[in-house]
């Protein structure tokens, strides 16, 4: 009798890979693949690609991989602790700022809308963003700037992808196992579509689809090793995120999430508008037109001194108050403030 390699026997099993890191790596957008196979892959360089990491394992934990992963594959898993959210049609997710929202906050509301059609379903984790990235590269939406305009209150970046056909989303969902869950709750009445992502003010990272509301995928909890992560993410989709993240720590970003929210509730006095915040490294900005008496385009100082002084004062009453640098600039009509972490 004789008894074949593991090796051989894989070329046999696995038609069309070589060897099993390259099966495995190319089911890397799965995110339960991936939970399997990282569980053996602890004490590798992550710098190793994945296909040769799997490969240098000995034979009985790559037989222990195939084995999971094929198990997986033909029977599926069941999802035990679900975390399930609600969405209704029809509302104005960028509006809804009065309370109604439920606990997960986007607008999405519970039995306030009893007879709207409610779906389920189950929020997915970091690995599946990959592949949600993948989708945007293929749907030639590579070269992208965070969108402060459409930016929800509770969010502190906000990447949104509008007027996307329904069909060609569909269709490159169905691509990806871990994606393709999604694409029986897509509204097929409607031919357009829109994909967004972001980081929110509370310190988690979010992605998922939407039409008049957002309908949340997939939630991580951003951390060091996260950031981490998404700084190295090899995707062209991915690049104005990094370059937003690289130089911010978890610690800056929950410091600016408190400062947007605690700034919905700072009043300068009358103005006729006010710009949306945005963000420029370690730098959170509001804007204010018409605030105070204005001549020839300038403020006057009285005025100036004045709502300078009173700014400083409602800062230092804020948890963050002693972790940022104020900026007050006035100019044409506008009142600048920008806040910079130290």
Same mark, same amino acid.
């Given at each position: 009798?004789?008894?074949?390699?593991?090796?051989?026997?894989? *070329?046999?099993?696995?038609?069309?890979?070589?060897?099993?890191?390259?099966?495995?790596? +190319?089911?890397?957008?799965?995110?339960?693949?991936m939970?399997?196979?990282?569980?053996?892959? *602890?004490?590798?360089?992550?710098?190793?690609?994945? +296909?040769?990491?799997?490969?240098?394992?000995?034979?009985?934990?790559?037989?222990?991989?195939?084995?999971?992963?094929?198990?997986?594959?033909?029977?599926?898993?069941?999802? @035990?602790?679900? $975390?399930?959210?609600?969405?209704?049609? /029809?509302? #104005? $997710?960028?509006?809804?700022?009065?309370? &109604?929202?439920?606990?997960?906050?986007?607008?999405?509301?519970?039995?306030?809308?009893?007879?709207e059609?409610?779906?389920?379903?189950?929020? +997915?984790?970091?690995?599946?963003? &990959?592949?949600?990235? @993948?989708?945007?590269?293929?749907?030639?939406?590579?070269?992208?700037?965070? #969108?402060? *305009?459409?930016?929800?209150?509770?969010?502190?970046?906000?990447?949104?992808?509008?007027?996307?056909?329904?069909?060609? $989303?569909?269709?490159?969902?169905?691509r990806?196992?871990?994606?393709?869950?999604?694409?029986? =709750?897509?509204?097929?009445?409607? #031919?357009?579509?829109?994909?967004?992502f972001?980081?929110?003010?509370d310190?988690?990272?979010?992605?998922?689809? %939407?039409?008049? /509301?957002?309908?949340?995928?997939?939630?991580?909890?951003?951390? *060091?090793? &996260?950031?981490?992560? =998404? $700084?190295?993410?090899?995707?062209?989709?991915?690049?104005?995120?990094?370059?937003?993240?690289?130089?911010?720590?978890?610690?800056?970003?929950t410091?600016?999430?408190?400062?947007?929210?605690?700034?919905?509730?700072?009043?300068?006095?009358?103005?006729?508008?006010?710009?949306?915040?945005?963000?420029?490294?370690?730098i959170?900005?509001? %804007?204010?037109?018409?605030?105070?008496?204005?001549?020839?385009?300038?403020?006057?100082?009285?005025?100036? =001194?004045?709502?300078?002084?009173?700014?400083?004062?409602?800062?230092?009453?804020k948890k963050?108050?002693?972790?940022?640098?104020?900026?007050?600039?006035?100019?044409?009509?506008?009142?600048? =403030?920008?806040? @910079?972490?130290?």
């Amino acid at each position: 009798m004789i008894i074949k390699k593991y090796i051989d026997f894989i *070329k046999e099993d696995k038609k069309g890979f070589s060897n099993l890191g390259e099966w495995i790596d +190319s089911l890397s957008d799965d995110e339960y693949v991936m939970d399997i196979v990282n569980r053996y892959l *602890k004490d590798f360089d992550p710098a190793i690609e994945l +296909s040769n990491a799997i490969n240098l394992l000995d034979d009985r934990e790559k037989a222990d991989i195939k084995s999971q992963v094929e198990k997986y594959l033909s029977g599926g898993i069941e999802d @035990k602790d679900p $975390v399930v959210l609600t969405s209704t049609r /029809n509302i #104005n $997710v960028f509006n809804s700022t009065n309370g &109604t929202s439920n606990q997960v906050g986007f607008g999405l509301v519970g039995d306030k809308f009893i007879g709207e059609s409610i779906e389920e379903i189950t929020v +997915s984790g970091k690995g599946v963003f &990959t592949s949600f990235l @993948k989708v945007l590269t293929a749907l030639g939406r590579k070269e992208s700037k965070p #969108n402060y *305009k459409d930016c929800p209150e509770d969010f502190l970046l906000f990447y949104y992808y509008d007027e996307l056909n329904c069909d060609d $989303v569909n269709s490159i969902f169905s691509r990806f196992k871990s994606l393709s869950r999604y694409s029986n =709750i897509f509204d097929y009445q409607k #031919n357009q579509i829109s994909l967004y992502f972001g980081v929110r003010c509370d310190g988690q990272f979010e992605y998922g689809f %939407g039409y008049d /509301n957002l309908t949340p995928m997939g939630r991580f909890k951003l951390s *060091k090793s &996260t950031i981490k992560w =998404i $700084v190295q993410l090899q995707s062209k989709s991915a690049e104005s995120l990094k370059k937003e993240l690289v130089n911010l720590s978890f610690n800056d970003i929950t410091i600016l999430g408190n400062i947007k929210r605690d700034m919905k509730d700072f009043n300068p006095g009358y103005h006729e508008s006010k710009l949306y915040p945005y963000i420029s490294d370690k730098i959170i900005s509001f %804007g204010y037109k018409g605030v105070g008496k204005w001549d020839n385009g300038k403020l006057d100082q009285g005025e100036y =001194i004045n709502i300078k002084n009173n700014f400083s004062t409602w800062v230092l009453n804020k948890k963050w108050g002693d972790k940022v640098l104020v900026s007050i600039q006035p100019k044409s009509f506008w009142l600048n =403030i920008h806040l @910079k972490l130290k």
